[in-house]
């Protein structure tokens, strides 16, 4: 069983609609929480990142940590097309290093 | 702006050959990091190195080497490609840092085939 778990998708959904992801993970000394967006033919950039449980939001994009039923999530309101895209959920027990294990990937098309 | 770039994007490869794949980061950050992504499998970890000529085994290493040589620059090498390493490999590199924003900055990778 992998470390973390991430559907592959493809997720579609029209243009404005919230585009809800997640993963979930087995480590529980994972403390440490990322989303990375991954274009086509491009590396993946940082999105956001959380720390230990709670909410984070930013824009558009809403980040949730459940550590007790470790599951992590990422939503994205009033989609655009421009969020069409891979999402890979990262975490790591701690900065040290900077170690990350990453899920599988989610790919998200929002069609106009 | 973080600039990871790597030296080529397409690479053709024959089986038996030996490759090398150069990773260049203009940070000046400590850490750097060779993955390969796969279709359905995410990113793997093959190597990272947390110093000039310190080289740690990530999650995969079999079948690969890496050399750091200077801070900036980081190569993987596949000392006999074989099918199975048809892949995308990417590069990242990061600060050693303390903070949760220290995150990890990728190139654009590099996809390998090998006939």
């Known amino acids: 069983q992998k470390e973390v778990e991430q559907d592959p998708g493809p997720l579609s959904v029209p243009e404005g609609a919230i585009v809800s992801l997640n993963c979930t993970y087995s480590?529980?000394?994972?403390?440490?929480f990322m989303w990375y967006r991954q274009y086509s033919r491009k590396g993946p950039e940082l999105l956001m990142y959380?720390?230990?449980?709670g909410n984070k939001e930013d824009g558009r994009f809403t980040a949730q940590v459940d550590k007790s039923s470790k599951y992590i999530s990422l939503f994205i309101r009033d989609s655009q097309p421009s969020d069409s895209a891979t999402y890979l959920c990262?975490?790591?027990?701690?900065?040290?290093?900077?170690?990350?294990?990453f899920g599988g990937g989610t790919r998200v098309l929002v069609k106009p | 702006d973080v600039k990871v770039t790597q030296s080529s994007r397409y690479l053709v490869k024959r089986t038996g050959e030996k490759v090398f794949l150069e990773c260049v980061q203009d940070?000046?950050?400590?850490?750097m990091f060779w993955y390969r992504q796969d279709p359905g499998l995410g990113l793997r970890l093959i190597y990272f190195?947390?110093?000039?000529?310190?080289?740690e085994k990530g999650d995969i290493p079999e079948g690969y080497s890496v050399s750091r040589e200077k801070k900036e620059r980081f190569s993987l090498i596949l000392e006999s490609a074989s099918t199975n390493q048809t892949s995308m490999y990417l590069c990242?590199?990061?600060?050693?840092?303390?903070?949760?924003?220290?995150?990890?900055?990728f190139g654009p990778g590099t996809r390998l085939t090998v006939l």
């Open positions: 480590n529980s000394a994972f403390q440490y």
């Open positions: 959380t720390y230990s449980s």
């Open positions: 940070m000046d950050h400590e850490n």
């Open positions: 990242a590199s990061s600060p050693l840092g303390l903070a949760p924003a220290d995150t990890q900055y």
């Open positions: 190195s947390y110093d000039v000529k310190m080289k």
């Open positions: 990262a975490m790591s027990p701690s900065t040290a290093g900077n170690k990350l294990t």
